[in-house]
T-cell receptor, first 110, second 114 residues
Framework: SQELEQSPQSLIVQEGKNLTINCTSS?????LYWYKQKYGEGLIFLMM?????EEKSHEKITAKLDEKKQQSSLHITASQPSHAGIYLC??????????FGTGTRLQVFP | ETGVTQTPRHLVMGMTNKKSLKCEQH?????MYWYKQSAKKPLELMFV???????ENNSVPSRFSPECPNSSHLFLHLHTLQPEDSALYLC?????????????FGSGTRLTVV
């Protein structure tokens, strides 16, 4: 079965700094999804990547999928306190099932 | 508000109680899901429903019983739970039909079993 490994597990950065979160899959990814979760709440969809080498941006967040489609990165530029939360990558393996990585907890301090 | 509504938001129940979690979506989606989120563990997929039919039961104990009366509603019936079942239970929906173009999640029900 497919497994997703995220790194780092937690991240504490100062406001204004850039940061990167990585997601590595044990199998080729058909669809890679990034979600953000505020503590104790539901997941908010950020971006979906499907093609090798694809890159998408929304505001200050950029997600990339590598050419081999086994690794994705999420990059936040000039982080703000509003970026704090848990970031989760998910993969669907070309099925209806979405499995998730272990998550990266991000804290941004002023 | 994401379009997927879960009730209640918080639930405390004893091990001998019976309770139900409710999930509702009016996004026109055909697939609905229950996930369990425990501390320091990845989100665990519990059940999948496509067009009201259960297509996945991820080895979930029988004390959790799902019900999907129509494509817009999903329930999770709980009975004789254990303290280790305390977790955040998340419902999600997607267009379904064999392809996933992104799930929409509810805000979750925080369950505490005492």
């Amino acid at each position: 079965s497919q497994e997703l490994e995220q790194s780092p597990q937690s991240l504490i950065v100062q406001e204004g700094k850039n940061l990167t979160i990585n997601c590595t899959s044990s199998k080729t990814l058909y669809g890679l999804y990034w979600y953000k979760q505020k503590y104790g709440e539901g997941l908010i969809f950020l971006m979906m990547l499907q093609k090798g080498g694809e890159e998408k941006s929304h505001e200050k967040i950029t997600a990339k999928l590598d050419e081999k489609k086994q690794q994705s990165s999420l990059h936040i530029t000039a982080s703000q306190p509003s970026h704090a939360g848990i970031y989760l990558c998910g993969a669907d393996g070309n099925t209806d099932k979405l499995i998730f990585g272990t998550g990266t907890r991000l804290q941004v301090f002023p | 508000e994401t379009g997927v509504t879960q009730t209640p938001r918080h639930l405390v129940m004893g091990m001998t109680n019976k309770k139900s979690l409710k999930c509702e979506q009016h996004l026109g989606h055909n697939a609905m899901y229950w996930y369990k989120q425990s501390a320091k563990k990845p989100l665990e997929l519990m059940f999948v429903y496509n067009f009201k039919e259960q297509t996945e039961n991820n080895s979930v104990p029988s004390r959790f019983s799902p019900e999907c009366p129509n494509s817009s509603h999903l329930f999770l019936h709980l009975h004789t739970l254990q303290p280790e079942d305390s977790a955040l239970y998340l419902c999600a929906s997607s267009p379904g039909g064999g392809k996933n173009y992104g799930y929409t999640f509810g805000s979750g029900t925080r369950l505490t079993v005492v």
